[in-house]
């Protein structure tokens, strides 16, 4: 078959396209090729280019964390397969569906010594839901079709997650350029039903229950909890990526458990949980020790450990519970939480950066100031625990994101690129850590390109907020800072000239205001903290419980 490798790669396009794949992160290369040529030539598809993979990678997983659909990511072979692996873990622990397309030699070239010839079969192991090495071209052209529907279906349905196809070729790449005239028009339709068969719980007696909300999408329906907590008087404890902290404003949505549940102990009955673990681990230790967690959840078990389980969407679960047990109208737990929060939330509310310039107050500060429907991407380490601690139930709808599967720190710019470019929106944040900043930095360069607008704080602590807080901190161990701190001293304004981005620097509450009035482009914004002023605990010593 003359040009094979060309009208072999179009099927596989074609077939993506068809299934309702829109976006693809391309990784220049040789092997790819006839695939690379496949895609781009769709103008109904919306191709970049990337230099760095592992940046891809991330900013595809950020498009598809948008989206709630999957992105495709295109490489070489060789190493470039395995610099994909840090997100294809994280699209896999948190449940977002990625497709990675993998260039390779001829199975044949294995273990002769081959230049850029590695094993590329299931290289990334359980963490893809589906690995599909789909052979040499040949003349079959719907067993193909049916293979990558099949594959796309595992990694939409079911648990949502990365599938991974290896594409190999044979040289000559491509012998000409050709039409692409085996465009199949024929759409499939692989939408995932929702399940509406509730199969009875183990729990008779929802009295003195409480909801723990983990990370969320924007997209999921926070009505239904809400009304599910007014029908058991329970208390919504509710994680700042679980998107209903952030929306409106509800007596029952407790957002400062952290400091609470250390001077009160509650003894839920049964816990009834929506979305991941939070990331508190105070809640993660009230989840453990309990015997009766329920989840909730429209996909299947997967990575985690609740005592009782039930699949189905949170409106059909909410129907279930109103229909089969009766309304409870008191609770002694959410009495407690709500008077206890309503005094914190006044003591939270009197501070701003202009008092204390902490992460935590800043974080407060920048949601206060925020655009309504802004998108915020969330960095790990210290910045997501500082926002659960200090911020708190708003009236304001906004959409937040996080990388909380494998919770790294590993491509969260890219991440947030992806999230921005996929977004409507000119109301885009990301708050992050310098050194997740620092590693990686490299995504600049392609973020330079793009037509975003993005605001990049930076918690500029000089690296290592977090590593404060371990155990071995406290044991006067001389070279701590050598091995665990690690200060990039990172000088943002002289990095910023270099990407020919934007820079602002934070001193004082009329810096954030200043930085809120323009919506445009790519920004970097310099927060520097002194990590050896302990402000936040100042501002917890000082809380009226």
């Not at 294809?88 to 230049?115: C, F, H, M, Q, W």
């Not at 009875?200 to 999921?220: A, Q, R, V, Y």
């Not at 549940?261 to 839920?268: A, F, G, Q, S, T």
């Amino acid at each position: 078959m003359d040009n094979k490798n060309l009208i072999w790669s179009y099927q596989i396009a074609n077939t993506f396209f068809s299934l309702g794949v829109k976006d693809i992160c391309i990784c220049p290369g040789s092997r790819n090729t006839p695939l690379v040529i496949a895609f781009s030539e769709n103008k109904n598809l919306n191709c970049t280019s990337h230099i760095d993979e592992r940046s891809a990678g991330y900013y595809a997983l950020g498009i598809a964390k948008k989206n709630n659909r999957p992105s495709i990511l295109i490489s070489t072979s060789g190493t470039a397969v395995a610099n994909f692996f840090p997100s294809v873990i994280e699209s896999s622990l948190s449940k977002t569906p990625l497709i990675i397309i993998t260039a390779d030699r001829p199975n044949y070239l294995l273990n002769t010594g081959e230049n850029q010839t590695i094993n590329q079969h299931n290289i990334y192991g359980n963490y893809v839901r589906e690995f599909l090495d789909i052979g040499l071209p040949n003349t079959n052209v719907e067993l193909l079709k049916q293979k990558i529907t099949d594959a796309y279906t595992l990694c939409i349905n079911n648990i949502p997650g990365p599938i991974h196809l290896n594409v190999p070729f044979e040289e000559p790449l491509v012998t000409k350029l050709i039409n692409n005239t085996y465009y199949s028009g024929k759409k499939y339709d692989l939408s995932n039903n929702e399940i509406k068969d509730i199969k009875k719980t183990k729990i008779k007696n929802l009295k003195k229950s409480i909801i723990i909300c983990g990370e969320l999408h924007p997209d999921e329906n926070i009505d239904s909890i809400l009304m599910l907590s007014e029908y058991l008087s329970a208390p919504i404890l509710a994680d700042p990526t679980s998107n209903i902290r952030y929306n409106r404003i509800h007596k029952n949505i407790i957002s400062s458990y952290n400091l609470l549940l250390k001077n009160i102990d509650i003894n839920p009955n049964h816990i009834i949980r929506f979305g991941k673990k939070p990331t508190s681990k105070i809640l993660c230790n009230l989840i453990s020790e309990s015997s009766n967690v329920l989840l909730v959840d429209k996909h299947e078990l997967f990575n985690d450990n609740p005592t009782e389980f039930i699949r189905a969407n949170f409106d059909h679960f909410k129907d279930y519970i109103i229909k089969s047990f009766n309304s409870i109208d008191d609770n002694p737990i959410l009495n407690t939480l709500i008077k206890s929060q309503e005094k914190i939330n006044s003591h939270i509310n009197s501070f701003n950066i202009d008092k204390m310039m902490c992460e935590g107050i800043l974080i407060k500060d920048i949601l206060n100031y925020a655009h309504p429907n802004s998108n915020i991407f969330i960095g790990n380490s210290m910045a997501i625990r500082e926002m659960d601690d200090l911020t708190l139930n708003m009236n304001k709808r906004i959409n937040i994101y996080s990388n909380r599967g494998a919770s790294g720190i590993d491509g969260l710019v890219s991440t947030s690129l992806g999230i921005s470019s996929a977004s409507q929106s000119k109301n885009n944040i990301a708050i992050l850590g310098d050194l997740s900043f620092y590693y990686d930095m490299t995504s600049l360069a392609f973020a330079s390109k793009l037509d975003i607008s993005l605001k990049l704080f930076i918690l500029n602590n000089n690296g290592g907020g977090i590593f404060k807080k371990l155990p071995i901190s406290n044991l006067n161990y001389n070279q701590f800072e050598k091995y665990w701190i690690t200060p990039p001293n990172l000088n943002l304004h002289d990095i910023s000239k270099s990407f020919n981005i934007k820079y602002h620097e934070i001193k004082k509450l009329n810096d954030l205001k200043e930085v809120f009035k323009s919506s445009s482009g790519l920004e970097i914004i310099d927060c520097k903290i002194d990590m050896n002023n302990d402000y936040k605990n100042e501002i917890i010593k000082s809380f009226p419980y």
